[in-house]
């Protein structure tokens, strides 16, 4: 059963950044392209960054050039370098592959709140 734990959310002020964690119980990120989702309230779950098993990556507009999405093979982890940030960001960010293969590995996912 694959489990992924976001982490690194939090406060930070418009032109901020922060960088966000996923986890994996297994060594899934080797083998499957995975994406960052964000949901905002009110609105549905988008996928906003992804990286292939290869390493390729794709943004949405909404933050080509201000978002970064890398992975750690050996750590099972991957990373939303987040910089820019405006109000618009303010969501709960979640990782899992992409497509979706493990519907049940949704995790908490980490509160993103960009205020001044």
């Known amino acids: 059963q694959v489990q992924l734990v976001e982490s690194g959310g939090g406060l930070v002020q418009p032109g901020g950044s922060l960088r966000l964690s996923c986890v994996a119980s297994g060594s899934i990120f080797s083998i499957y392209d995975m994406g960052w989702y964000r949901q905002a309230p009110g609105k549905q779950r988008v996928l906003v960054a992804r990286?292939?098993?290869?390493?390729?990556?794709n943004y949405s507009d909404s933050v080509k050039g201000r978002f970064t999405i890398s992975k750690d093979n050996a750590k099972n982890t991957v990373y939303l370098q987040m910089s820019g940030l405006k109000p618009e960001d303010t969501a709960v960010y979640y990782c899992?592959?992409?497509?979706?293969?493990?519907?049940?590995?949704w995790g908490q996912g980490t509160q993103v709140t960009v205020s001044s």
């Open positions: 899992n592959t992409d497509p979706v293969l493990f519907p049940r590995a």
């Open positions: 990286i292939t098993s290869g390493g390729i990556t």
